[in-house]
C-alpha cells in the first residue's frame, strides 16, 4: 500500500541521489532551501536563520552541515557557521518551515570570482570560539502526545532501564540538564577531528541531548516530560553527520566506543550509509557483542545497501494520526515511533520539540533499554525480534512478511516488556487468527479425549 504522509511534509520525489552537501557540490534534486538577506543593514546570524525556520536556534551547526564547503553565487565556499553573506542559498532541514523557505532545484548560477576583502566582518565569533547556545527555560505543557500514546508507565512494572546502558552516537549530550543528572558518562568524541581523550558530554547542537532525553530523561517538577527508561544510563559518543547521514568513519569508531562501554543499546540519531561494507560490519560486530543497534530509517531516495543484522532496528516516524512524516525505502523499516512534534529536553535547563526519524529512533532505543532491563538474559537479536514481534501491528501483517511502509507497526512499551517469548514468529502466532484457532482446536480435541476416556472407563 501506498504510505500517509503528515500534511505539510511534501513526499521526496524520485529523483537521482544529490550531491552530498559538504563536498562542495550543488544539490541536484529537490531541496529546501532560504536565501541569506540583511535586517537593518547588517546580514542575519545563522542561529536567527534556525530559530525562525526551524523553532530551534541551536540547530544552527545542521544548516552549517549541509553547506560546509558549498560554493556561493559570490564565488565564496561557506567554511564558517559564524560567516554569512547576502545572497548566499543555503540549504535546510527537510522539516524548516516559513514564508522565506523555498523548496525546488537550487537555482542555478556561475560563482563570480572571489574578492578580497581587506576587513572582513563576521556575524559572530569566530568557529575557533563557537559558544553553545542553552535552550530557552520553557516549559512545553500537559502531556506530550507521544507518552499519552505509548503510556511507558505501564510498561514500568519491571523495571526502569536500571543497569543498561544507551549509547547515544550524535552530537554529544550535555549532563547539566536535571532530568539526566548523574546519569551520563563522559563518553567519547568519535569524530575525525576530535583530538585525543575528547570527551562526549558536551552537546553545541542540542540533538544528541533530545535524543538522550526521550530515552532517559527524570519526571522534573513543572513539566510532565519523562523518558522511556528513566533509570537507565546514558553514554555519549560523539560523531559528525552529513544531511542526515551518519559519517561513515565516524560511526565505525563510535560502535567500537559503544561495545567497549558494555552498551547494551545504541542508538544512532542519523541514518547510515548501508552501502559501505565497513558501516555494515561495524554494525554486525556491535550485534555480535552484546549491543542492540536502532538507527533512523533511510530516505526513498536513498540508494539500496545491503542487509543489516537482525540485531539492528530501523525505525520510522508517525504523528499522532499514524500517519508517516517522511516516507523511507519500502521495506526497510522495522517499527515506527511518534517523531512529529515530540517533546525532549534540551541544554541547559529548558524542552524543546523536534520532528524526524531520528526522534522516533530515540523511543525505541528507550524500549530496548526497558525489555533488556527487564529480562537481562536476552541477547541483542532477541531482545531487538521482542521489540518487533509486540509491536501493534504485528498481528495484522502476514507472519514473516512486515508492511513495507510501517514494519511491524507502532511500538508497544507494555506488551514488549511483558512479553513471554523473545522470537518473532510465537509472538505473532500467538497474537494471530490462525494461531487462535489452531489453540482452541486442540483444546477441544484434548476435551473429546477425556471424555473419551472417562466413558471408556465406566464401561
Not at 536567527?48 to 553565487?73: C, M, S, W
Not at 524548516?96 to 563576521?122: I, K
Amino acid at each position: 500500500m501506498t504510505p500517509a504522509v503528515a500534511t505539510g511534509v511534501p513526499t521526496p520525489p524520485t529523483v537521482a541521489p544529490a550531491t552530498a552537501p559538504g563536498a562542495g557540490g550543488t544539490p541536484t534534486g529537490f531541496v529546501k532551501y532560504v536565501v541569506v538577506g540583511a535586517e537593518q543593514g547588517r546580514v542575519e546570524h545563522l542561529w536567527e536563520i534556525a530559530l525562525r525556520v526551524l523553532g530551534d536556534a541551536q540547530r544552527y551547526l545542521e544548516i552549517f552541515t549541509l553547506n560546509k564547503g558549498r560554493v556561493q553565487p559570490d564565488g565564496v565556499p561557506v567554511t564558517d557557521p559564524a560567516v554569512l553573506r547576502r545572497g548566499w542559498l543555503l540549504v535546510l532541514p527537510w522539516d524548516a518551515v516559513g514564508a522565506e523557505v523555498s523548496y525546488g532545484p537550487l537555482p542555478v548560477f556561475t560563482p563570480a570570482r572571489p574578492r578580497a576583502s581587506s576587513s572582513p566582518r563576521p556575524t559572530g565569533p569566530p568557529a575557533s570560539a563557537v559558544v553553545c547556545t542553552v535552550a530557552p527555560k520553557r516549559r512545553i505543557g500537559g502531556v506530550p502526545w507521544a507518552q499519552l500514546r505509548l503510556t511507558p508507565e505501564v510498561a514500568w512494572t519491571r523495571g526502569r532501564g536500571a543497569g543498561v546502558a544507551v549509547a547515544v552516537i550524535d552530537s554529544g549530550v550535555d549532563g547539566t540538564p536535571p532530568a539526566l543528572d548523574g546519569r551520563v558518562r563522559p563518553g567519547a568524541d568519535a569524530s575525525a577531528d576530535a583530538g585525543g581523550g575528547s570527551r562526549g558530554d558536551r552537546d553545541c547542537t542540542g540533538h544528541g541531548t533530545a535524543m538522550a532525553g526521550i530515552v532517559a530523561a527524570t519526571a522534573q517538577r513543572g513539566t510532565d516530560f519523562v523518558g522511556l527508561a528513566p533509570e537507565a544510563t546514558i553514554v555519549p559518543v560523539r560523531i559528525g553527520t552529513s544531511a542526515g547521514v551518519a559519517d561513515s568513519t565516524d560511526l565505525v569508531t563510535a560502535l567500537r566506543a559503544a561495545t567497549a562501554a558494555r552498551a547494551g543499546v545504541a542508538l544512532i540519531g542519523a541514518a547510515v550509509d548501508t552501502t559501505d561494507s565497513r558501516v555494515v560490519t561495524a554494525l554486525r560486530t556491535a550485534v555480535a557483542g552484546g549491543t542492540t543497534v536502532v538507527v533512523a530509517a533511510r530516505a526513498a531516495t536513498a540508494v539500496k545497501g545491503a542487509d543489516l543484522p537482525a540485531g539492528v532496528l530501523r525505525v520510522g516516524a508517525v504523528g499522532p494520526d499514524d500517519r508517516l512524516a517522511e516516507v523511507h525505502r519500502p521495506g526497510e523499516v522495522d517499527v515506527v515511533a511518534p517523531g512529529v512534534d515530540v517533546v525532549s529536553v534540551g541544554i541547559g535547563s529548558g524542552e524543546v520539540q523536534g520532528t524526524g526519524a531520528d526522534y522516533a529512533a530515540a523511543f525505541v532505543a528507550g524500549l530496548v533499554a526497558l525489555v533488556r532491563s527487564s529480562e537481562p538474559r536476552l541477547d541483542a537479536v532477541e531482545a531487538a525480534a521482542r521489540v518487533r514481534a509486540t509491536a501493534d501491528g504485528a498481528a495484522a501483517v502476514s507472519p514473516g512478511r512486515p508492511d513495507p511502509w510501517y514494519g511491524w507497526g507502532m511500538i508497544n512499551p507494555a506488551a514488549a516488556v511483558n512479553a513471554r517469548s523473545a522470537g518473532v514468529a510465537s509472538t505473532v502466532q500467538r497474537r494471530s487468527p490462525a494461531g487462535a484457532v489452531a489453540a482452541l482446536a486442540a483444546i477441544l480435541a484434548l476435551a473429546a479425549l477425556t471424555v473419551g476416556l472417562r466413558r471408556r472407563r465406566r464401561n
